[in-house]
């Protein structure tokens, strides 16, 4: 039997498990020990020492960062100097989206003496603060004799003309050449802008701020889904609608209502076409009406463009009557929170005005070709019967979802401010209803009636402003508008509805009323009687009714033009300027009457 123990002289050593163990190996064993026992022991020999309270000081800093507007800035730096030196526990900050920043420090008492701190901010495309001495509120905190130095402060920043703003500006610029002359597609000139803008930010502007237009978080801020998402849920309703003929039966019965008599047909055209395009929107009701229309004039041997013309020109005044009748109305209702009923209601009055001195002069300025075309009743007969073989209701099946789904859509328009939701969430459910129900190929609906060129348009195009905008460009413009206005709402109303016509007529209204949004919101708040909205109805007058003055002013005249050539029908630029511009002016003038009458 073993024994437990072994006794060496007057020691008994137990048997642990390091017998047999060399010196060498023993002493390793124990260093190994006190090397991972040392940090307890050092913790039991020095008991933990608190900070003393008495030698640090608690900085609070609060503020708020604002342009000449007393708008707030996001994303503008501030630096903390304590005695011209960065705070060492402090870190450069950046404002909120709404201009404010916070800051709390624990900062040694001797380093913190009553006016010794500083704050430098700086923004791109604005001219640095400089240092900005605090001032402190001493507080006693709980009896302690330590102070707590709490401090408030207000920052605004000027503008600079940096690289930024030119190379901004001269973007924006030359987008606008480029879709006024069509010299490429708008959709190319604005995809390259917004590249051209975001590339020069992250690659120039990485070495120097002075060449930072604007951050990628930003531009994708700056795009209105509400517009995109609008327009594309409103393609898809109608792309079904078009499927089931209603459009083509529509045009059939107009010329049946109007037995046969080519005056009164050109005005239930342009009628139809306009009230259509209150609901629907001007693009897609002229796409709609422009064939069929032509088979009516090729029946009764005329040049269908004494009849598109006016359709066209109705279109564009319709469309202005309601939020999603025109783009240039869903930018504007999107950005100032108007809903459909605001816009029916400022706008639905003037635009029937509008709509009656458009017939009258298209009537008269097209009488002779009227009645030129007139043909005898047992031919006009014939046209109704062949109408009717060649334009019938295709699938009523369709229709009467289509029908109920686009009715459902218009009322939720109408009530979206009661709930507090978005035109575009009504647009977007009710076409994926529709689909669901009408058994429709999502996929050739979005290939073939979405117009993803014109949705991809809007997405460059907010970029390319928003660019300006942050560079300061359309500040500028707004001061210039205000200070020609005098501030005076007379002056303010006639300069935006006038220059927003003749810019509409000259470059597309879309791009012109995206640049144009930022600075009537600006107007809208320093302006005195402006506060009424009366400066958006004149942006949406000027820009929908504006475009009625070229072929290149609206979307709907260059489809128009477009589907006529095809169709082997030319209209050129000067024969449509000489149709269209007097008109324009017209209900233009109209229009100014109306607004200072109801401001």
């Known amino acids: 039997m073993k024994k437990k123990n072994q006794v060496r002289g007057n020691s008994v050593l137990p048997d642990t498990g390091l017998r047999g163990l060399s010196p060498v190996q023993l002493l390793l064993v124990l260093l190994t020990a006190l090397f991972f026992l040392a940090p307890f022991t050092s913790l039991a020999a020095s008991p933990i020492q608190e900070p003393d309270d008495q030698e640090r000081e608690r900085l609070a800093l609060t503020g708020k960062i604002v342009d000449s507007r007393d708008k707030g800035l996001k994303d503008a730096e501030?630096?903390?100097?304590?005695?011209?030196?960065?705070?060492?526990?402090?870190?450069?900050?950046?404002?909120?989206?709404?201009?404010?920043?916070?800051?709390?420090?624990?900062?040694?008492?001797?380093?913190?003496p009553s006016g010794a701190v500083t704050i430098e901010v700086s923004k791109p495309s604005f001219q640095s603060s400089g240092p900005i001495p605090i001032q402190f509120v001493a507080n006693e905190v709980d009896g302690n004799p330590r102070c707590e130095y709490l401090t408030n402060t207000h920052v605004e920043l000027?503008?600079?003309?940096?690289?930024?703003?030119?190379?901004?500006?001269?973007?924006?610029?030359?987008?606008?050449?480029?879709?006024?002359?069509?010299?490429?597609?708008?959709?190319?000139?604005?995809?390259?802008?917004?590249?051209?803008?975001?590339?020069?930010?992250?690659?120039?502007?990485?070495?120097?701020?002075?060449?930072?237009?604007?951050?990628?978080?930003?531009?994708?801020?700056?795009?209105?889904?509400?517009?995109?998402?609008?327009?594309?849920?409103?393609?898809?309703?109608?792309?079904?609608?078009?499927?089931?003929?209603?459009?083509?039966?529509?045009?059939?019965?107009?010329?049946?209502?109007?037995?046969?008599?080519?005056?009164?047909?050109?005005?239930?055209?342009?009628?139809?076409?306009?009230?259509?395009?209150?609901?629907?929107?001007?693009?897609?009701?002229?796409?709609?009406?422009?064939?069929?229309?032509?088979?009516i004039a090729v029946t009764l041997k005329m040049n269908p463009v004494a009849l598109l013309m006016p359709e066209v020109f109705a279109s564009n005044v319709g469309g202005a009557a309601t939020l999603v009748g025109d783009p240039p109305n869903i930018m504007i209702g999107s950005y100032a929170n108007l809903s459909f009923v605001d816009f029916l209601y400022n706008l639905g009055p003037i635009c029937i005005i509008l709509l009656a001195v458009s017939l009258l002069y298209f009537v008269i300025l097209y009488r002779k070709d009227y009645l030129k075309s007139q043909t005898s009743l047992e031919q006009v007969k014939k046209t109704i019967e062949h109408l009717k073989q060649e334009y019938r209701i295709t699938d009523g099946k369709l229709l009467l979802y289509s029908g109920i789904v686009l009715g459902l859509t218009i009322l939720f328009f109408i009530l979206h401010g009661v709930f507090g939701m978005e035109p575009s969430i009504a647009a977007v459910m009710f076409a994926g209803v529709l689909l669901v129900v009408g058994r429709v190929d999502i996929v050739e609906m979005l290939e073939h009636e979405v117009e993803w060129p014109?949705?991809?348009?809007?997405?460059?195009?907010?970029?390319?402003?928003?660019?300006?905008?942050?560079?300061?460009?359309?500040?500028?413009?707004?001061?210039?508008?205000?200070h020609m206005s005098?501030?005076?709402?007379v002056a303010a109303i006639l300069i935006i509805l006038w220059v927003s016509a003749i810019a509409s007529a000259i470059v597309d209204n879309i791009p012109f009323t995206a640049t144009m949004l930022p600075i009537v919101a600006y107007l809208t708040e320093v302006i005195p009687g402006a506060e009424t909205g009366i400066l958006w109805w004149a942006l949406a007058l000027g820009a929908c009714l504006g475009g009625n003055g070229t072929m290149i002013g609206a979307s709907a005249n260059v489809v128009t033009v477009g589907m006529a050539e095809r169709a082997g029908y030319h209209i050129s630029f000067m024969h449509y300027m000489k149709i269209a511009f007097p008109p324009m002016l017209i209900t233009i003038a109209i229009s100014s009457i109306w607004l200072l009458m109801v401001r």
Request: hydrophobic fraction near 55%; aromatic fraction near 10%; include cysteine.
């Open 78 to 112: 501030i630096e903390i100097f304590i005695n011209g030196n960065p705070a060492e526990e402090s870190r450069v900050l950046h404002s909120s989206s709404d201009g404010t920043f916070e800051a709390d420090l624990v900062i040694p008492g001797d380093e913190l």
């Open 158 to 295: 000027s503008r600079a003309i940096t690289p930024a703003f030119w190379i901004a500006a001269g973007i924006l610029l030359l987008v606008y050449v480029i879709i006024a002359l069509e010299l490429m597609h708008r959709t190319l000139a604005a995809l390259m802008g917004a590249g051209i803008i975001l590339f020069v930010s992250y690659t120039f502007g990485t070495f120097s701020s002075d060449y930072f237009i604007l951050s990628y978080e930003d531009a994708i801020g700056a795009i209105d889904f509400n517009v995109i998402f609008l327009l594309m849920g409103m393609m898809m309703i109608i792309g079904v609608l078009k499927k089931t003929g209603v459009f083509q039966w529509l045009s059939c019965k107009c010329y049946e209502l109007a037995r046969g008599n080519i005056i009164v047909l050109s005005i239930i055209l342009m009628i139809v076409t306009a009230v259509l395009s209150a609901f629907l929107d001007n693009v897609t009701t002229m796409l709609l009406m422009i064939p069929v229309t032509i088979e």
């Open 486 to 489: 005098g501030g005076s709402i």
């Open 454 to 482: 014109t949705l991809i348009f809007f997405i460059m195009l907010f970029v390319v402003v928003a660019g300006a905008e942050e560079t300061g460009l359309i500040q500028i413009i707004a001061n210039w508008v205000n």
